[in-house]
């Protein structure tokens, strides 16, 4: 019923800036928070970034001061901007809300959409 769909991933230069967005769709009441995480093979995926309804930020040490994380309540989306960006953060990047809708109040993942960073 709550589908989240990330989009924005792709190959980059090093130094180089991606946007990534994550959609909400489905019979939605409210989103709490909203976080982008990343996993690379044979690695736990990680917390990258995550943002209250109220629009507070947090992130993990590596991004900080590279990636922004923003959300536009209206449209139940969540953004993710990452500039300055290195090899090392190539990830398959996924998002993931606490969402309240007509099936509970249940915290959903997106697909993942790849990020990689190759000269």
């Known amino acids: 019923q709550v589908q989240l769909v990330e989009s924005g991933g792709g190959l980059v230069q090093p130094g180089g800036s991606l946007r990534l967005s994550c959609a909400a769709s489905?019979?939605?009441?409210?989103?709490?928070?909203m976080g982008w995480h990343r996993q690379v093979p044979g690695k736990q995926r990680e917390l990258v970034a995550y943002?209250?309804?109220?629009?507070?930020?947090g992130y993990a040490g590596s991004v900080k001061g590279r990636f922004t994380i923003s959300r536009d309540n209206a449209k139940n989306t969540m953004y993710l901007q990452m500039n300055s960006l290195k090899p090392e953060d190539t990830a398959v990047y996924y998002c993931?809300?606490?969402?309240?809708?007509?099936?509970?109040?249940?915290?959903?993942w997106g697909q993942g959409t790849q990020v990689t960073v190759s000269s």
């Open positions: 489905g019979s939605i009441f409210s989103i709490n928070d």
């Open positions: 943002v209250t309804r109220g629009g507070g930020t």
């Open positions: 993931n809300a606490d969402v309240s809708s007509t099936a509970g109040y249940i915290n959903y």
